[in-house]
Nanobody, 123 residues
Framework: QVQVAESGGGLAQAGDSLRLSCVVFGLSESSLAMGWFRQAPGKEREFVSSVLRADITYYADSVEGRFTISRDRTKNTVFLQMSSLKLEDTAVYYC?????????????????WGQGTPVTVSS
C-alpha cells in the first residue's frame, strides 16, 4: 500500500520561509514525478510545483522565484522550500506522486496523494 506523508507546515509571518517535506512509502514502481498542490479555504486545489525524475522542475506563476522544489530519489522524498511567503500562500499543501506521463499541472495526472499539511501565513 502506497503512503504519502507530508510534514513541515505551520505558522509563518509574511516574508518568512518554511520547508515542506514529503516521503513516499510502499511504491513498487518508480515515480515519474512528484509534485505539490495547495488548496486555500473556499478554493479549488491548485498546482504549485513538480519535479520530474530527471530533475526537471515546474512552478506555478504565483510561486516562481520564491519556491524551490527538490527531490532525493534514493529516499523517495521531495521538498518544497518556500521563501518570501505571502498571505495568499495560506493553504493546505498536498504532496502527490505521478507514475504515468501526463500534464503535471493537472491533479488527474497524480495517482497518490498525501493528507496535506497546513501552512498559515500572517501579517
Amino acid at each position: 500500500q502506497v503512503q504519502v506523508a507530508e510534514s513541515g507546515g505551520g505558522l509563518a509571518q509574511a516574508g518568512d520561509s518554511l520547508r515542506l517535506s514529503c516521503v513516499v512509502f510502499g511504491l513498487s514502481e518508480s515515480s515519474l514525478a512528484m509534485g505539490w498542490f495547495r488548496q486555500a479555504p473556499g478554493k479549488e486545489r491548485e498546482f504549485v510545483s513538480s519535479v520530474l525524475r530527471a530533475d526537471i522542475t515546474y512552478y506555478a506563476d504565483s510561486v516562481e522565484g520564491r519556491f524551490t522544489i527538490s527531490r532525493d530519489r534514493t529516499k523517495n522524498t521531495v521538498f518544497l522550500q518556500m521563501s518570501s511567503l505571502k498571505l495568499e500562500d495560506t493553504a493546505v499543501y498536498y504532496c502527490a506522486v505521478a507514475t504515468r506521463p501526463g500534464n503535471l499541472r493537472s491533479r488527474g495526472t497524480y495517482a497518490y496523494w498525501g493528507q496535506g499539511t497546513p501552512v498559515t501565513v500572517s501579517s
